[in-house]
């Protein structure tokens, strides 16, 4: 007998509305989340009585927005709608998944065959250096300084350099230079030097001193690039490819630089000591670390020990112009559960960077920004990325000046693993070079992060004691980084990749000098032909490193590292990193990647309800909340002692949530042995579920104790393609014909929570907002033996579609014998029921009661008497019903009224009832659930 409340709410007729009747029965109530509850993954104490037998357990899901409160964007219901699927994890039971691994790992190359040698392989760059023939009529020459000094622009070991001096306007008028061009440049060399990749360049500037911490990185021309032989004694002139135009009256920032062999005579001018301010220079090794899509940095956890609410991460990074844009990961740190929590895309695919810092319940905190092709490639840019969690602002600064900004990003910071130029997972990975790498747990400003980018960090620096990370990347070799601020926390790399700066690159580590160079400067009329020279560098190739790895039970492991030199076609780059033109160096072998096919194992994890939230911009869920109650009896094997419950896949923290599970005690109809899966919730692309990658053929065992079986399958559609595209989806049991085909579609008109905002009414592919998943029950008991197998299989029927995915659950339930023959289940009642959101749509209404009838017994159901009445009421209605319930059908039955006069009432409980008084003609057998 089944009980439910009325209420009038107007005065001429009352309108009798459903209220839970469980609480008439012998249950057990177990809270799990409710409206406070900030998490959406805790565990939960469920009964566990040896002996005492459920037989039923509802889930009682309610829905609130937030504070009970009505708006759009994340006031009240948050906007959009997302799946919010419940999970209970049972890990005293295993699961195993499909799963493809790569026969190899190659660095640094995408393809799937390497073709490789044993000679040494080489790759090109090509630069166009100029070999001018000058004549200047009427010349002028400017000399500044006349000091006997010798400035060493670099040590004998260092081959690369970069050296700035500042001469002024001033100087320049005294010594009878003019406004026009400058045709030439006279130095004096004290040592002979072979100088490859001279360059000098040259920059108008209002600066009137120059400072390590901002040394000039651009806006200058070239006026001279040649291998030059430097010699001894007298002034040497360097005629210019281009004249510089000076203007008369500002300054000049002249730049040396060059790339030279290793070893010899370093180039050393003759200089004056003219005080400071007036010359930088930058001769350090100027290491940094390359990376082509493969290798990494592991970046120990511990470094983010203290890094909660606040972050800085900063370094610099030069990426390839002839692989960039693509999706591409800069780093990545996750937390204990592998949800991001620091990310940086630099770019994706299509041009935009995006920083991700702070996450709950996996959803992060992100702002990102369209960036200019020069901002991510083709030369050195300075990056830094704050956060801070307790103003809730998030900022990025190119080059020391603030690029980006974002509010309201309130999300703390969780780093359990970090991973430096590529995801955690591997991929996708970083295209290009990476240096001076820094970690902060304070969100620095931008006038700290402009004073330092180009400095060494050193105790000077004014938030020192908030440095938490600092790899400068100097040593050139080795697959290790040491952290300059923890001797605990030396960084692993993967593939090693060491590039050393050439001379014209050279943005950090700049020291003072008070010497410049005696430099005389020309001008004059001139008739000038250029010669340009094509030099080609002849660099080392970098290897290939291959890692081979092999099925080890469910795992795969590493069981070999080696380096390989690649072969096909080798490229000759331009000094901008863009591919010029290609050669073929011959093969001597290939390695292909195949798949190898392995099943790791995790703890099961059942989906017990798929969900999507409702669009919730303008939507009123009102005080209470709306409610559902979804029948879990199937999951009574693992609804037992502490298990782990989640809400999971971005719509956890939509709504305020408050579930409650209801155990009735009693006799069940049949007892639930065992529920597990056929493969474990996962999401499968379209393509992956036709050709078996996922959801494969599986050989499943039954109980030999199982008398019954049945299949539960519920699936929803994702992407533009799979979410709007009905498709018939099938379970096949040993081969042959599909034995159950259904339809993943759903009418979203139909929606019991309405209006929304938004698409909501848009019919779906399984699902639709503020609504669960359609559940696909297939009884397959006559189709298989207790103790035998059966090979189940899962697919999807129709033309091919590109954006398309699918969340798939898909379980075996094994049930022991019927425990009555006669029995009818009186589950609901559907009219009147003012609590339950699913049936909102047909209350409150004055016609007749309807009540859910499920055939709980092992005998077909022919008829049924059902007698039905108000408290209050001395007329009990009895009504015969016939036709057909199968066991375990489920039948709606309409419950006839001639007169509105049934719902009159005095008494004060207003209370309706039904009850079943007889099933085929008989007593029912368990009257328990009548």
Known sequence: MLPYRLFTPFAFLAILLAASSLSAQDTIRVQTFDWNSTGRSQIFQFPDNPGEQYRKIWMKYNMRC????????????????????????????????KTLHPSHRFSNFSESVLL?????????????????????????????????????????????????????????????????????????????????????????????????????????????????????????????????????????????????????QAPT???????????????????NLYFEGGGAIDIPASNFSTVNSEITIALWAKGLPHVLPVNSTLFEGVDANGNRQLNVHLPWGNSQVYWDCGATGGTYDRINKAANEADFEGQWNHWAFTKNAVTGEMKIYLNGALWHSGTGMFRPIDVQKFTLASASSGSPAYFGNIDEFTVWNKALDESTIQDWMHKTITPAHPNYSNLVAYYPMNAGTGDKLTNAVSNNADASIFFPLWKT?????????????????????????????????QVVDTLPATPTAVITYAVNGSEIIAVDTQLYNRAGYGYIFSETDMVLDSFWIDPEDALEITDLVYFPTQPAKYEILSLVTPYGNGLDLGIAGKTFTFDVTDYAPILKGQKRMSIELGGQNQEELDIEFIFIKGTPPREVQNIQHIWPFRRGNYADIQNDRHFEPRMVSLSPDGRHFKLRSAITGHGQNGEFEPRTHYLNLNGGNQDFTYPIWKECADNPIYPQGGTWIFDRAGWCPGAATDVHEFDITNLVTPGGQVEVDYGVNGAFMTEANYLVSNQLVTYGPYNFSRDAALERVARPNGEDVEFERINPACNSPMILVRNTGETTISSL??????????????????????????????????????????????????????????????????
């Open 66 to 97: 937030h504070d009970a409160a009505v708006g759009s964007g994340n006031v009240g219901c948050y906007e959009w709608d997302y799946s919010c699927n419940t999970f209970i994890t049972d890990s005293s039971r295993v699961d195993s998944t």
């Open 116 to 264: 490789f040698t044993t000679q040494p392989v080489f790759y090109l760059v090509q630069y166009q250096q100029h070999n001018p023939a000058l004549t200047v009529s009427n010349p002028v020459t400017g000399t500044l300084g006349a000091g006997t000094s010798d400035l060493a622009l670099s040590t004998a070991q260092q081959p690369t350099a970069k050296a700035q001096f500042l001469y002024s306007a001033a100087e320049m008028q005294s010594a009878g230079l003019s406004a026009g061009a400058l045709r030439a440049l006279e130095l004096v060399p004290t040592q002979s030097a072979q100088v490859g990749f001279l360059r000098i360049k040259i920059k108008a500037t209002a600066k009137t001193t120059l400072d390590t911490g901002t040394p000039d990185l651009d806006g200058f021309t070239e006026v001279y690039f040649q291998n030059t032989n430097l010699q001894a004694g007298a002034a040497q002139r360097f005629n210019f490819y281009q004249p510089f135009s000076w203007d008369g009256t500002s300054n000049l920032l002249l730049e040396i630089s060059y790339t030279r062999e290793p070893g010899g």
């Open 269 to 287: 001018l003759r200089a004056s000591d003219v005080g400071a301010g007036n010359a930088l220079l930058s001769s350090e090794a100027g290491h």
């Open 501 to 533: 700066v050439r001379g014209q690159e050279h943005f950090h580590n700049f020291t003072a000098s008070n010497l410049r160079p005696n430099a005389s400067f020309i001008q004059g009329n001139a008739v000038l032909s250029d010669d340009v020279i």
């Open 865 to 930: 008497e059902i007698d039905y009445f108000v408290h209050g009421n001395p007329a009990v209605k009895t009504y015969t019903w016939s036709g057909t319930i199968m066991p375990d059908a489920l039948e709606e039955i309409p419950l006839p009224l001639t007169d509105l006069t049934f719902w009159n009432t005095n008494a004060p409980d207003n209370i309706f009832e039904a009850q079943i008084k007889k099933v085929n003609g008989a007593a029912d057998e368990n009257p328990a659930n009548d």
